[in-house]
């Protein structure tokens, strides 16, 4: 307006300055921010002295697809501890004073390190009180931290357990107990689907399906004995005398009373897949007429 010109004209001839609009001067109210960075994490300085645990195992799975059936055949096995989900990426170390981060700093160590010692450590107690030889950790979020797994453990193997993506919705909507809509589940899901498919792409491992392990169990837990390098035992299929493995365990309660493997529910006819999950149906070759890309 003419006024507030001519007052900023007279503002300016008495003390030099000059009124301007907020937006005009600080740009944008609210600045797109930065995504967070990548925490930085590497591989053990002294593998030798700095790790106690050699070539573990991880199950990386999407929730809800069968990955306790797994364990459970896997911890039946004289040589193979698997307990339940143990979540160890999520402990973390904090320096309590400057003084101590500086002495660690001195050790070669940042926190990352020292989180990686941690883990290490709890897995091998784990594995130490049960008097086996190789620790089989399966937490499902572990798939969206791959690398860095891969990284504190250099030796690990992976094992991917796979299942119908839709039929991994249908479980985890039906799990939910109305905590979700079917498309919420759907989307849920998905997020560990695509994290498992990102850890395939990058990491060597053998591959099974549910389905197949629950129509013919014996030739799939011999393909992943093979791949441990650990004899197959036939007391593997007799995972239910392990009582331990009762608590918990929601739908595989009873199976593993019984003592045996139930063959899976029907997957989903191509007409009840959801739009949202289609594309990783047919990445895993769940689709009539698509061949599975790794």
């Known amino acids: 307006m003419n006024w507030q010109r001519k007052a900023n004209d007279v503002l300016v001839r008495l003390t030099g300055f000059r009124v301007s609009r907020a937006a005009e001067a600080a740009g944008p109210a609210h600045p797109r921010t930065a995504p967070p960075a990548r925490e930085a994490f590497r591989p053990p300085a002294d593998p030798a002295a700095d790790r106690l645990l050699v070539a573990p195992v991880f199950v990386l799975s999407p929730v ?3 990955s306790t059936l797994l364990r459970a055949l896997l911890n039946a096995h004289s040589m193979l501890h698997a307990p339940h989900e143990l979540h160890v990426r999520r402990l973390r170390v904090e320096f309590g004073t400057s003084l101590a981060e500086r002495a660690m700093e001195e050790l070669g160590h940042d926190r990352a390190d020292l989180e990686h010692l941690l883990w290490d450590r709890v897995l091998h ?11 089989v950790d399966k937490t499902p979020a572990n798939a969206f931290a791959y690398e860095r797994i891969a990284a504190c453990w250099p030796d690990a193997r992976f094992v991917f357990l796979l299942r119908h993506p ?3 919705a249908r479980s985890w909507y039906e799990a ?7 498309e919420e589940a759907a989307l849920d899901a998905l997020r ?3 994290a498992v498919q990102r850890a395939r792409g990058a990491l060597p491992g053998c591959t099974v399906r549910y389905e ?19 004899p197959w035992e036939a007391g593997m299929l007799a995972y239910g005398e392990q009582a ?4 918990g365990l929601g739908d595989w309660k009873d199976k593993i009373r019984t003592g045996s493997v139930q063959p899976g529910r029907e997957p989903p006819s191509p007409a009840e897949i959801p739009s949202s999950l289609r594309p990783m149906c047919e990445s895993w070759g769940y689709l009539p007429g698509t061949v599975e890309r790794a």
């Open 176 to 182: 939910g107990a109305g905590k979700r809509t079917p």
């Open 192 to 194: 560990y689907m695509k």
């Open 212 to 230: 197949d392990l629950t129509a013919d169990p014996e030739t799939e837990t011999r393909r992943v004995c093979e791949f441990l390098g650990v």
């Open 125 to 135: 107690r784990e594995l130490v009180r049960s008097g086996k030889a190789v620790v």
């Open 64 to 66: 809800r697809s069968g």
């Open 244 to 247: 331990v493995l009762r608590k």
């Open 166 to 168: 839709a039929s991994i």
